[in-house]
């Protein structure tokens, strides 16, 4: 057997999320159907990052093991022709024996858009959060480096399993501005069922004048999610890219 990996590009608004869900609508319940469809079998998938529902993917990575004969590069084409453009396979080869899409990937990176202009822009509203008035960069920059390094995450989110660990290491955790738009990325090992939308909707109190930038030490240790600022809305939020290797 070969191991298969494809790298996803969806518009998450009408799934929900990536898991299989019985009677919903989900990413991996798409993907699945339609290679049932080309290969004749389900394929067992292995997913880098376990997007919730409503998040957007544009460097999603999946693996699954195949036929060594199979033409990865037809499967590309067909997967496209059944799921685009909600779900498009930006690229699908074969990957080094032992390669698994979770397991092998050092780190993640989401990125998180904010429109803070009057008036909501109709072509990108699906992916950005139009959330109108000031936000201090300063203050927001300051919070974010208290948030970087490895910790216990357990204000910031869920273990996608009851009882499992919620220390991570986030690498990165920067704000920018252009204009009316905010973006805030957010790189690490792993995250927390609803991490980054938490994070994101800390930096935005902190922004408003809510929060304290040196109040993230206290936040960290409280471990209740009552501490942390509101979650944000889950459409502005995209997995841009899955990281092997070094972490760059």
């Given at each position: 057997m070969r191991i298969v990996r494809l790298t996803l590009a969806y518009d998450g608004t009408s799934f929900r999320g990536w898991?299989?869900?019985?009677?919903?609508?989900?990413?991996?319940?798409?993907?699945?159907?339609?290679?049932?469809?080309?290969?004749?079998?389900?394929?067992?998938?292995?997913?880098?990052?376990?997007?919730?529902?409503?998040?957007?993917?544009?460097?999603?990575?999946?693996?699954?093991?195949?036929?060594?004969?199979?033409?990865?590069?037809?499967?590309?084409?067909?997967?496209?022709?059944?799921?685009?453009?909600?779900?498009?396979?930006?690229?699908?080869?074969?990957?080094?024996?032992?390669?698994?899409?979770?397991?092998?990937?050092?780190?993640?990176?989401?990125?998180?858009?904010?429109?803070?202009?009057?008036?909501?822009d109709p072509f990108t509203a699906r992916f950005v959060w139009h959330r109108p008035g000031g936000l201090s960069l300063p203050r927001m920059r300051a919070a974010a480096r208290g948030l970087e390094g490895e910790h216990d995450f357990a204000s910031f989110g869920r273990p996608h399993r009851p009882g499992g660990p919620t220390e991570r290491r986030l690498d990165r955790l920067a704000v920018a501005r252009a204009g009316n738009r905010f973006e805030i990325t957010a790189r690490g090992n792993a995250f927390l069922q609803q991490m980054v939308r938490s994070l994101v909707g800390t930096l935005v109190a902190v922004g408003e004048g809510r929060m304290e930038p040196g109040s993230m030490a206290s936040v960290l240790a409280a471990r209740d999610r009552r501490s942390a600022g509101p979650v944000a809305p889950a459409h502005g939020l995209t997995l841009e890219r899955v990281i092997y290797g070094r972490r760059t």
């Open positions: 898991a299989r869900q019985r009677d919903q609508r989900t990413v991996q319940g798409a993907l699945e159907e339609a290679l049932s469809r080309i290969l004749g079998s389900l394929p067992r998938l292995s997913v880098a990052g376990r997007t919730d529902a409503g998040v957007h993917a544009r460097g999603q990575v999946v693996s699954f093991p195949a036929e060594p004969e199979i033409d990865v590069e037809r499967l590309g084409r067909a997967l496209n022709a059944m799921l685009a453009p909600e779900v498009v396979v930006g690229e699908a080869r074969f990957a080094p024996d032992g390669f698994d899409a979770r397991f092998s990937a050092s780190a993640r990176e989401y990125r998180y858009r904010i429109d803070v202009g009057e008036v909501a």
